[in-house]
C-alpha cells in the first residue's frame, strides 16, 4: 500500500522541518509526502528541497511561481500522487493544525471506506480551547448549518482540510472540474463525495491552532467561501440525487 501525504505550504518555515520529521517517523509502510510549495517568501521552497535530498525517494518537491491557493495545489498533487501510484492520499495542512498522529487510523479504514474526513465536529471532536466563544460558534455555524442548509449535505465538518482519499474515490472525482480553491474547495469536494455516493468516515480529530506562522486564510476569503456555496449548488444541482451515503460519525 503506497501512501502519499500532499502538504501544500505557504511561508512555513519553521513548521516544515518538524512537519515532515514526525510524518516520516510514522509506522506507515510505503509513506511518501509531496511538498508543494508556492514561491514561499520565507525560504520554506529551499527548505523542502533540501528535505527532499535528505530522504530521496521519500520526499518530493513540486514549485509554483506564486500564491495559487490551496484547492489548485491539492488537485495538482492528487494527480501527481495517482501518477506516481498512491494507493492512499492525505491531504493535510502543514502548520500542525492536522496532527499527523491520526494517520495510522485513517489509513487504517481505506479498507471499509472511500474517504476519511478529519472532523472538528463530530462528538468526540474537539476545537482548540483558545479559539473564542465567537469564533466557535461561528465556525460551527457556518460547517454546520450554512452548507448543510444550502447543499443538503450530512457532513459534519463541511470545510475540513484533513482527509484521505482512497485512489478508487479520488479516480471517480472529475479533478479537471473542480473550480474553487479556498475553503470551498473542500466543501465542493465533500459535496461531490455525497452525491456520488461514496462510503464516509468522519472521524473526530483535536483541532490545535496553527503552532507557528500566520493562517493564510481572511476574514474576505471567509466571507467569500460563504457565498461561493450557492455557487456549488448551481453548478452541481442537475447532479442526480445521492444513490449510498454512508456515514460513520465516530471511530467504531
Ligand atoms: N501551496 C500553497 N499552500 C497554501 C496556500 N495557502 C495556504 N497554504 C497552506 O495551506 C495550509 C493551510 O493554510 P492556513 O493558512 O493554515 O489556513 P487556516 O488553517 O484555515 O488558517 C498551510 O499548510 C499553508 O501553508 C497557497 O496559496 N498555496
Ligand atoms: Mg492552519
Known amino acids: 500500500m503506497k501512501t502519499f501525504v500532499i502538504l501544500p505550504t505557504y511561508d512555513e518555515v519553521r513548521n516544515l522541518g518538524p512537519m515532515v520529521e514526525q510524518l516520516?517517523?510514522?509506522?506507515?509502510?510505503?509513506?511518501?509526502?509531496?511538498?508543494?510549495d508556492d514561491n514561499s517568501q520565507d525560504g520554506t521552497g529551499k527548505l523542502a528541497d533540501a528535505l527532499r535530498d535528505q530522504n530521496p525517494n521519500r520526499v518530493w518537491t513540486m514549485h509554483r511561481p506564486g500564491?495559487?491557493?490551496?484547492?489548485?495545489?491539492?488537485?495538482?498533487?492528487?494527480?501527481?500522487?495517482?501518477?506516481?501510484?498512491?494507493?492512499s492520499i492525505i491531504q493535510m495542512d502543514a502548520d500542525f493544525s492536522h496532527s499527523p498522529a491520526y494517520l495510522p487510523q485513517f489509513i487504517?479504514?481505506?479498507?471499509?471506506?472511500?474517504?476519511?474526513?478529519?472532523?472538528?465536529?463530530?462528538?468526540?471532536?474537539?476545537?482548540?480551547?483558545?479559539?473564542?466563544g465567537w469564533r466557535y460558534l461561528l465556525s460551527k455555524w457556518a460547517n454546520s448549518i450554512w452548507v448543510r442548509l444550502i447543499l443538503g449535505t450530512q457532513v459534519r465538518d463541511a470545510t475540513a482540510g484533513f482527509k484521505c482519499w482512497s485512489r478508487r474515490a479520488l479516480d471517480r472525482i472529475a479533478l479537471g472540474s473542480i473550480r474553487s480553491n479556498g475553503y470551498v474547495f473542500q466543501v465542493e469536494m465533500a459535496y461531490l463525495c455525497e452525491k456520488l455516493g461514496f462510503s464516509i468516515l468522519e472521524w473526530p480529530i483535536y483541532f490545535e491552532d496553527r503552532r507557528i506562522g500566520k493562517s493564510k486564510m481572511t476574514?474576505?476569503?471567509?466571507?467569500?467561501?460563504?457565498?461561493?456555496?450557492?455557487?456549488?449548488?448551481?453548478?452541481?444541482?442537475?447532479?442526480?440525487?445521492?444513490s449510498r451515503v454512508e456515514y460513520q460519525r465516530e471511530p467504531a
Open 24 to 36: 516520516l517517523s510514522l509506522p506507515i509502510d510505503d509513506l511518501n509526502l509531496l511538498i508543494i
Open 67 to 87: 500564491k495559487m491557493g490551496l484547492g489548485t495545489a491539492y488537485i495538482t498533487g492528487f494527480r501527481w500522487a495517482i501518477e506516481h501510484g498512491a494507493d
Open 108 to 132: 487504517s479504514k481505506m479498507d471499509k471506506f472511500d474517504v476519511v474526513v478529519g472532523s472538528r465536529y463530530v462528538p468526540g471532536g474537539k476545537l482548540d480551547p483558545r479559539w473564542s
Open 219 to 242: 476574514v474576505p476569503v471567509k466571507l467569500e467561501a460563504a457565498w461561493r456555496v450557492f455557487e456549488i449548488r448551481l453548478r452541481y444541482g442537475g447532479l442526480k440525487k445521492i
